[in-house]
């Protein structure tokens, strides 16, 4: 079993629909969780992130943090054609100097 | 401000060649990261360096050598390459090799393995 389960997709939704993703964990040590965005062909970049477990909202993204579950979720609103990309959870334990343990990636398709 | 930059962007290797691929950043960080990324296998870390002067194995080190050549460079070397290499390789580089520093991405390089 991995560490870390994504659900590849794809998800396609309509322009303005809201938006949930999802992973799921098996190690309890993980304390920081990410969620990156990558458009084809670029480099992922960081969308949010949280520590250990509960919500923070940046704008029309929310993300969820349940430990008790090992479970995170990234909500976006309002959704719009150029919010198509793969995300991707990422997850560390304290420290982290060892990187970060990654999803497979969503990709997520808005449909105008 | 560039950020982190990868070179090349493209390459093809036939089975048993050898190549480098270069990664270098421009802000001022400390630690460094190479990865790899597969269909349906995710981003893997292969090597990483927390600070100068030293670097360590990730999760599939085996093929791959690595050397921080100084503060801003981080390259990556396929010594003799192999198809299963094949793969979209990404540096990256945060300020401090903890959990909550940002990794920052390159754009990554397309390796091709014949």
């Known amino acids: 079993q991995k560490e870390v389960e994504q659900d590849p997709g794809p998800l396609s939704v309509p322009e303005g629909a809201i938006v949930s993703l999802n992973c799921t964990y098996s190690n309890s040590a993980f304390q920081y969780f990410m969620w990156y965005r990558q458009y084809s062909r670029k480099g992922p970049e960081l969308l949010m992130y949280t520590y250990s477990s509960g919500n923070k909202e940046d704008g029309r993204f929310t993300a969820q943090v349940d430990k008790s579950s090992k479970y995170i979720s990234l909500f976006i609103r309002d959704s719009q054609p150029s919010d198509s990309a793969t995300y991707l959870c990422a997850m560390s334990g304290e420290g982290g100097a060892d990187g970060l343990t990654f999803g497979k990636g969503t990709h997520l398709i808005i449909q105008p | 401000n560039a950020g982190v930059t990868q070179t090349p962007k493209f390459q093809v290797l036939k089975t048993g060649q050898s190549m480098t691929l270069q990664c270098a950043q421009d802000m001022n960080h400390n630690s460094m990261y190479w990865y790899r990324q597969d269909p349906g296998m995710g981003l893997r870390l292969i090597y990483y360096?927390?600070?100068?002067?030293?670097?360590d194995k990730g999760e599939v080190p085996n093929g791959y050598n690595v050397s921080r050549l100084n503060k801003r460079e981080f390259s990556l070397r396929l010594e003799s390459a192999a198809p299963s290499q094949t793969s979209v390789y990404f540096c990256?580089?945060?300020?401090?090799?903890?959990?909550?520093?940002?990794?920052?991405f390159g754009p990554g390089t397309r390796l091709t393995v014949l």
């Open positions: 360096s927390a600070s100068e002067g030293t670097t």
């Open positions: 990256a580089s945060s300020a401090l090799a903890k959990s909550t520093d940002t990794q920052y």
